[in-house]
């Protein structure tokens, strides 16, 4: 368990839950989506993540049910539910894996398409969203996907005559 403020477990006292921000008197936003349901878009979720072209290579070999359990607990913690996120800090969680800020982007649009697919109420959808893309510093220290046209003209430019016949080698 993390005791530093500037990286607060999910779920922690210091972590806002844009999901009973309106008081207790207000309806967590969790009741709108129920237990069931959620567990059934984090399940549609992961099973996109892991084989997706872009970032399913980042989750091979990794544990997909304990995964789903501990998005389970975050995401209805932070919709408001009385239930406790038990995983690790998001730093912690995600030490080891090389998150660029493009495998972020993917992530969150993966969990756009899935929570659309749901037909998730759109003020969860929002809720869910603002949530993750909050804690996108805890995760990558790279900046966002958005296109940088020469540099990545730069960096991908094939030069020479791409029409000059090229010379094969022959298998003896
Ligand atoms: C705000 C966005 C994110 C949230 C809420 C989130 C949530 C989680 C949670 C709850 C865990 C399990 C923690 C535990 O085992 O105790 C986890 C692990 C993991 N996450 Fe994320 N994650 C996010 C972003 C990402 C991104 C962008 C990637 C890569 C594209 C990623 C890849 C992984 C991997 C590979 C693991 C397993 C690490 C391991 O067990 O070694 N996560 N994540």
Same mark, same amino acid.
């Given at each position: 368990?993390?005791?530093?403020?500037?990286?607060?477990?999910?779920? @922690?006292?210091?972590?806002?839950?844009?999901?009973?921000?309106? !008081?207790?008197?207000?309806?967590?936003?969790?009741?709108?989506?129920? !237990?069931?349901? +959620?567990?059934?878009?984090?399940? @549609?979720? *992961? @099973? /996109?993540?892991? %084989?997706?072209?872009?970032?399913?290579?980042?989750?091979?070999?990794?544990?997909?049910?304990?995964? %789903?359990?501990?998005?389970?607990? =975050?995401?209805?913690?932070? +919709?408001?539910?009385?239930?406790? *996120?038990?995983? /690790?800090?998001?730093?912690?969680? &995600?030490? /080891?894996?090389?998150? +660029?800020?493009?495998?972020?982007?993917? /992530?969150?649009? =993966? =969990?756009?398409?899935? +929570?659309?697919? &749901? !037909? %998730?109420?759109?003020?969860? $959808?929002?809720?869910?969203? @603002? &949530?993750? $893309?909050?804690?996108?510093?805890?995760?990558?220290?790279?900046?966002?996907?958005?296109?940088? &046209?020469?540099?990545?003209?730069?960096?991908?430019? $094939?030069?020479?005559?791409?029409?000059?016949?090229?010379?094969?080698?022959?298998?003896?």
């Amino acid at each position: 368990m993390s005791d530093d403020a500037a990286d607060p477990r999910p779920g @922690d006292a210091a972590d806002p839950r844009p999901g009973d921000a309106a !008081g207790a008197a207000a309806e967590p936003l969790f009741d709108r989506l129920g !237990g069931a349901r +959620l567990r059934a878009v984090v399940e @549609d979720f *992961y @099973d /996109r993540v892991f %084989v997706d072209p872009m970032i399913g290579f980042l989750f091979a070999g990794k544990d997909r049910a304990r995964l %789903v359990e501990k998005e389970c607990e =975050l995401a209805a913690r932070m +919709l408001g539910a009385p239930i406790a *996120y038990t995983g /690790r800090t998001m730093r912690e969680a &995600h030490a /080891r894996v090389p998150i +660029l800020g493009g495998h972020f982007d993917r /992530r969150t649009q =993966l =969990l756009r398409n899935v +929570l659309a697919d &749901h !037909g %998730v109420d759109p003020e969860v $959808v929002a809720a869910w969203i @603002d &949530h993750t $893309v909050a804690m996108r510093a805890q995760l990558t220290a790279d900046r966002g996907s958005e296109c940088d &046209h020469e540099a990545a003209a730069a960096r991908t430019h $094939v030069g020479g005559d791409s029409t000059a016949p090229v010379a094969l080698r022959r298998r003896t």
